[in-house]
């Protein structure tokens, strides 16, 4: 299993403005994963973080727009950058500790944008 | 690529009555299998999986789905609802050629469970 904690747990933040969001896990990881759950919607993921390499991002995130870094193996963050309305979201991390594909969820980033 | 349908977005049901949550896939293989929870301001939690074998799986807090290869459904189950399951129940799907530390879900767009006294 995994513990993952993520700061802040909510914030409010002006148009045009950036906030980056921590996720610190309990343990070793290789990979970690960053989900986006806007309201009412589904998880979708933005992109996966390898230690020491470039973020891998899905189709239609960019890494202008949600910078992620990954200094070590039990820590990442994610930047979500020139913030509109449209960005208002809950900002999840994830690991999957095990080949099992289990993932482990922090309990989420809530993001309103004015 | 594998893609997760849940066609009920609202259930609403009376404490102590059973519960079923439907959700459908779509995979080229036999896929790996998840139902997570999300109670209000909480993150996802895991309640069951299908990797292999038997197709019906129990899971934490009395739950337990089956695993339909024919129908391409993996619905939740249980038989008898607690006050506290009102929450967001999500389905996801992982593809078999998981690699160690690599795996990416695709999550359904969920269903909101009410339970009414």
């Known amino acids: 299993s995994a513990v993952i904690s993520q700061k802040p747990s909510r914030d409010i933040c002006q148009r045009g403005t950036s906030l980056t969001i921590q996720c610190q896990v309990d343990?070793?990881?290789?990979?970690m994963f960053w989900y986006r759950q806007q309201p009412g919607q589904s998880l979708t993921l933005i992109a996966t973080?390898?230690?020491?390499?470039?973020?891998?991002?899905e189709s239609g995130f960019v890494i202008d727009k949600f910078p992620i870094s990954r200094p070590n193996l039990t820590f990442s963050t994610l930047t979500v950058s020139n913030m509109s309305p449209e960005d208002s979201s809950i900002y999840l991390c994830?690991?999957?500790?095990?080949?099992?594909?289990?993932?482990?969820f922090g309990e989420g980033s809530r993001l309103t944008v004015l | 690529a594998q893609s997760v349908t849940q066609p009920d977005i609202h259930i609403t049901v009376s404490e102590g009555a059973s519960l079923e949550l439907r959700c459908n896939y779509s995979?080229?293989?036999?896929?790996?299998l998840f139902w997570y929870v999300q109670s209000p301001g909480q993150g996802l939690q895991l309640l069951l999986k299908y990797f292999s074998g038997d197709t019906l799986v129990q899971g934490i807090k009395g739950f337990e789905a089956e695993f339909k290869r024919s129908q391409s459904s993996f619905n939740l189950r249980k038989p008898s609802v607690h006050w506290s399951d009102a929450a967001e129940y999500f389905c996801?799907?992982?593809?078999?050629?998981?690699?160690?530390?690599?795996?990416?879900?695709?999550f359904g767009t969920g269903t909101r469970l009410t339970i009414i006294p």
């Open positions: 994830s690991v999957a500790p095990s080949s099992t594909g289990e993932l482990f």
């Open positions: 996801a799907v992982g593809a078999t050629e998981i690699n160690f530390g690599n795996e990416k879900l695709t």
């Open positions: 343990s070793q990881v290789t990979m």
């Open positions: 973080a390898n230690q020491g390499s470039e973020a891998t991002y």
């Open positions: 995979y080229g293989a036999t896929p790996y």
